[in-house]
């Protein structure tokens, strides 16, 4: 494994458990009732920009292959 596949892999991990992290957060919120809709839309949509950049770095990992 080169290094930059290593580097990227690190990233991936941290990207994943951001990912996790706004889930749990906006879970809370939610459960608890204390979240305004604005909130709540700006970590939605802060976890999906997230969700692009994983998928973006799965795909330079494992590119798709056309057999």
Do not use: F, Y
Not at 4 to 27: K, N, P, T
């Amino acid at each position: 494994m080169s290094e930059d596949e290593e580097i990227l892999r690190e990233q991936l991990v941290r990207l994943r458990q951001e990912h996790r992290d706004l889930d749990d957060a906006i879970g809370a919120l939610v459960e608890t009732g204390r979240a305004d809709h604005l909130q709540l839309q700006r970590l939605k949509k802060q976890k999906l920009r997230l969700k692009d950049s994983i998928s973006k770095l799965e795909d330079r990992l494992l590119p798709d292959i056309i057999a």
